[in-house]
């Protein structure tokens, strides 16, 4: 997994990484999030959520 800036790279996925991931930003300003479900169903080497 590589985070760059606001990009997060998962590389060589496979089903056990299923699941809901969570992303927090938190400044000076507040605090924001979100939620993103991840369902892996056939073979994948790169995933980016942006």
């Keep these: 997994m590589v985070v760059s ?3 997060l790279t998962i ?3 496979n ?3 299923n699941g809901t991931y969570r992303c927090e930003a938190t400044n000076s ?3 924001n999030s979100a939620e993103y479900i ?6 994948f ?3 980016l959520l942006e």
Excluded at 38 to 43: P, S, V
């Design 5 to 7: 800036g606001r990009e």
């Design 11 to 13: 590389t060589f996925l």
């Design 15 to 17: 089903k056990t990484d």
């Design 29 to 31: 300003i507040g605090k």
């Design 38 to 43: 991840l369902i892996i169903n056939g073979k």
């Design 45 to 47: 080497t790169k995933f």
